[in-house]
C-alpha cells in the first residue's frame, strides 16, 4: 500500500520547536518532490515548503523563512520539517505530499498523509 504518515505534531509554546516527519511506504521519496502544506482552522490549505528530487532545490514561504528547513534521510526514506522560533499563527494542521515528477509545485500532488497537528500556544 501506498502511504506518506506525518509525525511529530503536538503542542508547543511560542519560540519553541518541532520537526515533523513524513514517512513513506510502498515508494521512494528521493526521487520525487515532497511538498509541505498546512491549513489552520477556518482557513484555506497553504504550501509551506518544498524539497524537489535529490537534495539540490528547497522552497519555502515567506513567513516560514529563515524559520523552517527541510531535508531528506534517504536511508529511512523521510522527509523533515523542522520548525524553529514557532508562532501561533504556525498553529495548523500539517500535511505532506509528493510529486512524482520531483518539481517543487505546489499543485497536482500525487500522494497526501492524513496530516498532524501543530499547535503553538502558551
Known amino acids: 500500500q501506498l502511504q506518506l504518515v506525518e509525525s511529530g505534531g503536538g503542542l508547543v509554546q511560542p519560540g519553541g520547536s518541532l520537526r515533523l516527519s513524513c514517512a513513506a511506504s510502498g515508494f521512494t521519496l528521493n526521487n520525487r518532490a515532497i511538498v509541505w502544506f498546512r491549513q489552520a482552522p477556518g482557513k484555506e490549505r497553504e504550501g509551506v515548503s518544498c524539497i524537489g528530487k535529490g537534495d539540490g532545490f528547497t522552497t519555502f514561504r515567506n513567513s516560514v523563512r529563515g524559520r523552517f528547513t527541510i531535508s531528506r534521510d534517504n536511508a529511512k526514506n523521510t522527509v523533515y520539517l523542522q520548525m524553529n522560533s514557532l508562532k501561533a499563527e504556525d498553529t495548523a494542521v500539517y500535511y505532506c505530499?509528493?510529486?512524482?515528477?520531483?518539481?517543487?509545485?505546489?499543485?497536482?500532488?500525487?500522494?497526501w498523509g492524513e496530516g498532524t497537528l501543530v499547535t503553538v500556544s502558551s
Open positions: 505530499a509528493a510529486r512524482d515528477d520531483g518539481m517543487c509545485y505546489y499543485f497536482g500532488m500525487n500522494y
